[in-house]
């Protein structure tokens, strides 16, 4: 079984910074994309960032500038890196990641989400 299990969140002041991490065990062959997404009521779960095995990467709008998404593959983990935070920074963050297991399966997960708060 493969799962993917995020840290890192919590309350930060504005302009402040926090680096979530999500790290993914179990029998993995490989792992290709890796992201971060974020969701608050009411709301759809918005695309923060994405990168690939390669390290490419792919940022929204609102996150351009301030946020740093990167990937250790020895580790099989993902960051993001936040800085400049802001109030409407404030969301659950779930990390997603497209799996090849040992197995040969190809899998999509997604992580139990990590609470950011950014009090205005």
């Known amino acids: 079984q493969v799962q993917l299990v995020e840290s890192g969140g919590g309350l930060v002041q504005a302009g402040g910074s926090l680096r979530l991490s999500c790290a993914a065990s179990?029998?993995?062959?490989?792992?290709?994309?890796m992201g971060w997404y974020r969701q608050t009521p009411g709301k759809q779960r918005e695309l923060v960032a994405t990168i690939t095995d390669s390290r490419s990467t792919n940022y929204a709008d609102s996150a351009k500038g301030r946020f740093t998404i990167s990937r250790d593959n020895a580790k099989n983990t993902v960051y993001l890196q936040m800085n400049s935070l802001k109030p409407e920074d404030t969301a659950v963050y779930y990390c997603n990641a497209a799996v090849v297991t040992s197995e040969l399966l190809y899998l999509e997960l997604w992580g139990q989400g990590t609470l950011v708060t950014v009090p205005s």
């Open positions: 179990g029998s993995i062959f490989r792992l290709n994309m």
